[in-house]
């Protein structure tokens, strides 16, 4: 019986990898064709090399507003997370090491945000956005991304792995204030769990398309994902922005591979951690 698990296990480890890597490969191989060679040859098949012109095609189409979409999700995801993935740190690590009245409830409606779609949320956000005067800003979608209540409940199983509370009780003794001994003691050790949480934030915040669909009118102020909605809308009418939208799409993963190949150390160490709580 353990070979059939076993085997089990590693059909549905195959099946996981296939979904995960063909839509990726064939995004690969439709980029380096020409607009003909996309329609005429298989899809895992290279017809005429043709990636360098579809790139030039993408950085000049409407004055290169591609790489202005490039940058705003860079700010939106990267900057974003950066902020989220502190707060959130130091509300799990409150929730943890610290007591007052009223803790479990409170730490029970962060978890019923858990369970709240972001679609559900986009409109009640674009109400409060429209009375502060923010929609059709920056802030109309950076700041919304700033809570993250999975990030929250994460944060403070991770503390109350990382952080004994003998080490904080000791830096208290020796004369260090609550706020010194958060940034000098606790937050090196939780430096795992704020990567981990920081790679699930970008990925999150990079994919987001529904909040700036309903915040933002300006084609200036999109990120990537919206833009190259924009132009897959325009590729019923116009082709040759099917393979704008291919090539763009090949562009944007970029960055998350990056990120997720320069911190994965610290990641899989946070979710080790998190594993054995």
């Avoid at 130091?90 to 009223?102: R, T, V």
């Avoid at 950076?142 to 503390?159: D, N």
């Amino acid at each position: 019986m353990k070979w059939m698990s076993r085997a089990t296990v590693n059909v549905l480890l195959i099946v996981a990898t296939l979904y995960t890597l063909l839509p990726l490969t064939w995004l690969l191989f439709a980029s380096t064709k020409s607009l003909s060679d996309l329609y005429s040859t298989p899809g895992f098949a290279f017809g005429d090399f043709n990636l360098i012109a579809n790139i030039r095609a993408v950085s000049a189409e409407n004055g290169g507003i591609f790489f202005r979409w490039y940058l705003n999700s860079v700010l939106y995801a990267g900057v974003g997370a950066a902020v989220s993935s502190f707060i959130t740190v130091m509300c799990g690590y409150a929730f943890d090491k610290y007591q007052w009245f009223g803790k479990e409830k409170m730490f029970g409606l962060v978890l019923l945000g858990v369970l709240v779609p972001t679609t559900a949320t986009a409109l009640p956000l674009y109400l409060l956005a429209s009375k502060v005067g923010v929609v059709n800003t920056f802030w109309a979608v950076f700041i919304p991304v700033l809570v993250h209540p999975f990030g929250v409940y994460l944060a403070r199983v991770l503390s109350s792995g990382y952080v004994p509370m003998e080490v904080l009780e000791a830096a208290r003794s020796d004369g260090a204030g609550e706020i010194r001994t958060f940034t000098r003691v606790a937050l090196p050790m939780l430096m795992p769990a704020y990567v981990t949480i920081f790679l699930f934030q970008f990925t999150a915040i990079w994919n987001n398309f529904f909040l700036p669909l309903v915040m933002l009118n300006d084609q200036r102020l999109y990120p990537l994902s919206l833009g190259l909605f924009t132009w897959e809308k325009q590729g019923n009418a116009f082709p040759e922005f099917h393979s704008l939208v291919i090539t763009g799409s090949l562009l944007s993963v970029v960055p998350l591979l990056v990120v997720f190949m320069s911190l994965q150390r610290f990641w899989k160490a946070g979710m080790t951690a998190g594993s054995v709580k």
